[in-house]
């Protein structure tokens, strides 16, 4: 990436410069400094109106003539930050710049530069002012190169993987996208070896602690920006700045300094396409189909006033006021039933759940909004007149569900199928689809096999504004049930554990949060000291009931180094683990960070 502002290396490299016979008489360190400016001073204070960054030329006439002062001169120059100093020859100063000078920029590493042969001021600045100018409109067209790439992005509603990649083809640099978790999201290393830059991610992630929204970390060489939107904030994206080459200071990207550098101005308009892209593929699904989808969606995202969806689902003859509403929520338990992947697939067999679904409603007579909610799910909204009707018309709901897959699935047959084997046991030249749709669909009407539903429903509430909670609450009990293998015909909250309920929350927000906040110090504890693993003794403290015997027993240490590291554990967390409440809190987070490391 360029330099917005040629370094003082690169101004004694020009034309005008290099016929003066440019010497470097001290402060060679300093010589890639950028040149902000060029000024042209005859006076001792002119320190007093410059604002550093600048390259100072001067003959020395005006310069002090005794040694304290040409020492107050370099001083008050390295303290506003100028960039260098040239003194041209001749006129005050014949053979070379003064000892004293010299030595007084060698010390503060300062630039310090003899133009042997008369040159004209004027020339220098003019070639100097001209790099920076053309060196700041190819960062104005590389900024806007930048924003036009990623509005494009995002009104093609390209996914997190573009735009990832885009951001390491426009900067060059490894970039990673990341949970609050601290688990991957989406990488690209830009050609360097990816096992490198994601082996024990979460540990060096966990290190890098950049102050402000958008900041640079020094110690670990990652340019850092939160991403998220509407005040809710779901991830990190980071950018690894090259190992070598144009390296900010840690102020160079602090946007309270100054204009942001053009990787700062790129992470960010990353940042912000991914958590637009996010939002719009989240409104998306409420949209594209008919007015029942519309209406629950708007019920799941909040998306529509509640009075709207209540007179809007009227006109339409499903009455919700004055109703018991109940969520229920219907999915495959496998993403891939019938052994087939691809869209179409999986478009084709959530449209045939979905007409199940209405046509056990009405079979159970049942008034209800329903329709597909995600890319696995279908959603109903029971009305029903009173609270005691509940279990009586989900039950009926299931057992028409079932009924009509039984149904779909024999009507399905194909004739003249050969499902025998062949002598030498192979399997049948030729299976008919709807052979096999039968048998799937009469395995998951059973509860077994790979084409199993799971039928969920949330609790019932009284109001429509808590309709919402209903629908969630069948939601999560629907993905967590898929890890149960009882044949029920209703899964509510209680057959759900823990465990499984956390899994399904494992991407909210909130629920990494309260990780970090429980578990945060303890994991950067680890992270700085992988040899005492620490998370895996208070796992065993607490999976053995907080009985120390026992856990250093399964920890495999000697009981007075487990108590060893449970004080250590309690002085890093500053909690009581004798406390049934902390253990209950610490236990119920190692559990959520189990659900979080799981795919």
Not at 68 to 84: E, M, N, P, Q, T
Not at 113 to 120: D, F, G, K, Q
Not at 366 to 379: E, Q, R
Not at 497 to 502: K, S, V
Request: charged share 25%; glycine share 10%.
């Amino acid at each position: 990436m360029a330099a917005v502002f040629p370094t003082v290396r690169e101004v004694l490299a020009l034309g005008p410069v290099r016929h003066g016979a440019p010497r470097v008489v001290a402060g060679d360190e300093g010589l890639d400094r950028p040149v902000r400016w060029v000024h042209v001073a005859e006076v001792p204070d002119i320190a007093t109106l410059l604002g550093g960054g600048e390259l100072v030329l001067t003959t020395g006439i005006g310069l002090p003539g005794d040694d304290a002062g040409l020492r107050a001169f370099i001083g008050d120059l390295a303290d506003v930050g100028v960039s260098g100093l040239v003194v041209e020859l001749g006129r005050r100063y014949v053979s070379g710049v003064p000892r004293v000078m010299a030595a007084a920029a060698e010390r503060r590493g300062l630039p310090l530069v003899e133009l042997r042969r008369a040159t004209p001021f004027v020339r220098i600045t003019e070639a100097v002012h001209a790099l920076i100018v053309d060196a700041q409109l190819t960062e104005l067209r590389a900024t806007e190169e930048i924003h036009q790439r990623f509005n494009d992005l995002s009104v093609e509603g390209a996914d997190a993987a573009e735009v990832i990649r885009q951001a390491a083809e426009l900067s060059g640099c490894p970039v990673v996208l990341e949970n609050l978790s601290r688990q991957v999201l989406g990488y690209d290393p830009a050609g360097e070896s990816a096992e490198l830059l994601l082996d024990g991610w979460e540990q060096h992630s966990r290190r890098i602690r950049p102050a402000g929204r958008t900041a640079y970390d020094p110690d670990s060489g990652w340019l850092v920006t939160t991403v998220g939107a509407r005040g809710q904030d779901w991830g990190r994206l980071l950018l690894r700045w090259p190992a070598s080459g144009d390296v900010p200071s840690a102020q160079a990207v602090e946007p309270s300094v100054g204009s942001p550098t053009r990787l700062t101005i790129l992470i960010e308009r990353a940042a912000s396409t991914l958590a637009l892209g996010r939002l719009i593929r989240r409104d998306a699904e409420g949209l594209e189909r008919q007015i029942h989808r519309t209406l629950l969606t708007a019920l799941l995202d909040h998306s529509r006033p509640v009075d709207e969806v209540g007179l809007r689902a009227k006109a339409l003859g499903v009455v919700l006021d004055r109703r018991h509403l109940v969520g229920v929520m219907v999915r495959h338990r496998a993403d891939d039933p019938a052994g087939e992947v691809g869209p179409e697939a999986g478009q084709a067999r959530l449209r045939d759940l979905s007409e199940a679904v209405g046509q056990a409603l009405r079979e159970a007579k049942l008034t209800a909004l329903t329709s597909a909610v995600d890319d696995n799910s279908v959603g109903a909204l029971l009305a029903l007149p009173d609270p005691a009707a509940e279990d009586r018309a989900l039950s009926a709901f299931a057992s028409a569900l079932r009924q009509v897959r039984l149904d779909a699935g024999a009507g399905r047959t194909g004739p003249g199928v050969d499902m025998s084997r062949s002598s030498s046991g192979a399997e049948p030249s030729r299976v008919a689809p709807g052979v096999e749709a039968a048998r799937v669909g009469v395995e998951g009407a059973r509860g077994a096999g790979p084409g199993a539903v799971i039928v969920a429903a949330g609790s019932g509430v009284s109001t429509l504004r808590e309709a919402r909670r209903s629908l969630v609450e069948a939601r999560q009990v629907a993905e967590a049930a898929r890890r149960d293998r009882r044949d029920l015909p209703i899964f509510r909250l209680p057959h759900v554990g823990l465990a499984g309920l956390l899994h399904l929350l494992r991407d909210e927000p909130r629920l990494q949060t309260f990780v970090e906040r429980e578990l945060g110090a303890l994991l950067e504890y680890d992270a700085r000291h992988p040899r005492e693993r620490l998370l895996d003794t208070l796992r065993a403290y607490l999976e053995q009931g907080r009985n120390k015997s026992a856990a250093a027993a399964a920890a495999h240490l000697s009981r007075p180094a487990f108590y060893e590291r449970l004080a250590r554990i309690a002085r890093v967390l500053d909690v009581d683990l004798d406390s049934v409440e902390a253990a209950l809190s610490l236990h119920v987070a190692l559990l959520a960070l189990d659900a979080v490391r799981t795919p």
